[in-house]
């Protein structure tokens, strides 16, 4: 059974960057034709799609994030991450990391979740 678990510090100053950890089992990250996604939800918002990585390595963000956003992986732990830079309280959010089997520009399939980590940017 796949399983991911979201990792991160819950809360960030504005200005930093914001780190987080998705930790995949049950499958791994670099099977062919999966990608890995991070998806945010603001409070009171709908979805947000932040990026995602495949299998191949390559990344892909949305426009509205692209300059702030870097999602790497650890091939070795199954594990990818989110770096999120000069973050501002706009970033406070639940954060989803999720697998995505089909992926076309920014428009994903999910069919597995992470339960979430909520991220709060304040001084």
């Known amino acids: 059974q796949v399983q991911l678990q979201e990792s991160g510090p819950g809360l960030v100053k504005p200005s930093q960057t914001l780190s987080l950890t998705c930790t995949v089992s049950?499958?791994?990250?670099?099977?062919?034709?999966?990608?890995w996604a991070w998806i945010r939800q603001p409070p009171g918002k709908g979805l947000e799609w932040v990026g995602y990585?495949?299998?191949?390595?390559?990344?892909y963000y949305s426009p509205s994030l692209e300059s702030r956003t870097s999602i790497s992986r650890d091939t070795s732990k199954n594990q990818f991450t989110l770096q999120l830079s000069s973050v501002t309280p706009e970033d406070t959010a639940m954060y989803f990391c999720?697998?995505?089997?089909?992926?076309?520009?920014?428009?994903?399939?999910?069919?597995?979740w992470g339960q979430g980590t909520q991220i709060t940017v304040s001084s």
């Open positions: 999720a697998r995505a089997p089909h992926c076309s520009g920014s428009i994903c399939s999910i069919d597995y």
């Open positions: 049950g499958h791994s990250i670099t099977a062919d034709y999966y990608s």
């Open positions: 990585i495949v299998y191949t390595g390559s990344a």
